[in-house]
């Protein structure tokens, strides 16, 4: 397993790659650019960026949200023109040392909450919280906006603001997608990236949804077993895999997310994981929680005995921290939660590893 970070970037991030390469056991970054998506990133800025991250001292191996055009999800007739970009990204990556790419093929919006600051009553930290009730008060353009004012100035990830400004005609759109059709859109973008990604030796890892449910009636087609056995039928390579995201999948008590982890870790079809805790408050109602299984559902001995046994070189990443000790950081990505977060982690899997040593 190798544990890395998500990092914003020195224009946009305020913790400095030092901070986290002080963090125990960090070997490099789930990194990224601030592209939106459909165009071709620069070479010369992704350079930068990696020499920036190796003179740290850390690796670039994997790169998160090389977003996926609206129109490639559309399946609109513009849509060749995007992949083309996509590609030429790939290409680009590949040849500059990228082993994986996490994106997602969710319609509209990436993850989403309800609030993104609730403060938890035990200890006075807060997270980022869920209530589907909430969300049928409010229709998407109330949580875009109200998502916006609460970023504390942050950017977040999956709410670019150029997204975001046609959400309205893109949602009018999607009434006529279903999941079929978002399928099929799907494997044609598959069926054009996955044979470069092969050549260019880079897996691309889908991300589920965030939450593990249809939302605003949009097609959502990546949050149960079910949906990523199909997905990864869709064009059966092992460069088309998953990004398994403990949070977001075990956002739906239904989903069982250690079997997961050892049904898709079989088939090495996981590219990377993102491994958090969430604690369930009621029916679609959650909030974040620390990463220690005793602090929310999920098992998180089970998920990291899981990828033990069935993908151990997997890249990881601890996920959204609480905010704790008065950080005033990005929603989701403060420093000190996360580092926590990789510490507990770091710490089960030496103790998975011992075991199975003296076995
Ligand atoms: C949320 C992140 C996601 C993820 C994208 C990948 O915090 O895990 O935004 O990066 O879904 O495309």
Redesign the pocket.
């Given at each position: 397993m190798k544990m890395t970070f998500r990092w914003y970037g020195s224009q946009s991030d305020p913790i400095p790659l030092r901070y986290v390469k002080q963090i125990p056991g960090m070997t490099g970054l789930m990194g990224l650019l601030d592209k939106p998506a459909g165009v071709d990133w620069p070479e010369d800025e992704f350079l930068a960026l990696k020499k920036e991250v190796n003179d740290a001292g850390l690796a670039l191996e994997v790169i998160?949200?090389v977003?996926v055009h609206e129109d490639i999800k559309l399946g609109l007739s513009t849509r060749d023109e995007y992949i083309d970009h996509y590609i030429s990204t790939v290409q680009m990556l590949g040849r500059n040392g990228v082993k994986v790419i996490?994106?997602?093929f969710m319609p509209v919006f990436?993850?989403l909450r309800t609030d993104l600051a609730r403060v938890i009553p035990e200890d006075g930290s807060n997270s980022l919280y869920f209530d589907e009730k909430d969300l049928g008060e409010m229709g998407p353009l109330e949580i875009v906006h109200r998502t916006a004012e609460d970023s504390r100035g942050f950017t977040l990830?999956?709410w670019e603001p150029e997204r975001l400004a046609l959400l309205e005609t893109t949602l009018r759109q999607y009434e006529s997608v279903g999941p079929d059709d978002l399928r099929k859109n799907y494997q044609y973008f598959l069926d054009a990236v996955i044979p470069v990604c092969e050549e260019a030796g880079v897996r691309m890892a889908c991300?589920p949804d965030d939450p593990a449910w249809p939302i605003f009636g949009l097609p959502r087609i990546a949050h149960s077993q079910e949906d990523y056995d199909k997905i990864v039928r869709l064009h059966d390579s092992p460069a088309n895999t998953l990004c398994l995201?403990t949070g977001s999948l075990g956002s739906n008590p239904e989903n069982d997310v250690p079997g997961m982890i050892r049904h898709f870790g079989e088939m090495d079809r996981i590219g990377a994981m993102?491994v958090r805790n969430v604690k369930y408050l009621g029916y679609r109602h959650f909030r974040e929680a620390a990463h220690l299984s005793k602090d929310g559902d999920l098992d998180m001995y089970a998920i990291m005995k899981a990828i033990c046994d069935t993908c151990p070189d997997t890249y990881i990443r601890p996920?959204?921290g609480r905010m704790i000790w008065d950080e005033k950081g990005r929603p989701?990505y403060g420093l000190y939660d996360r580092a926590l977060g990789a510490a507990y982690l770091n710490g089960l899997w030496e103790a998975i590893e011992r075991e199975e040593q003296g076995k």
């Open positions: 998160e949200s977003n996490v994106y997602n990436d993850w990830p999956g991300h995201c993102h996920d959204h989701g």
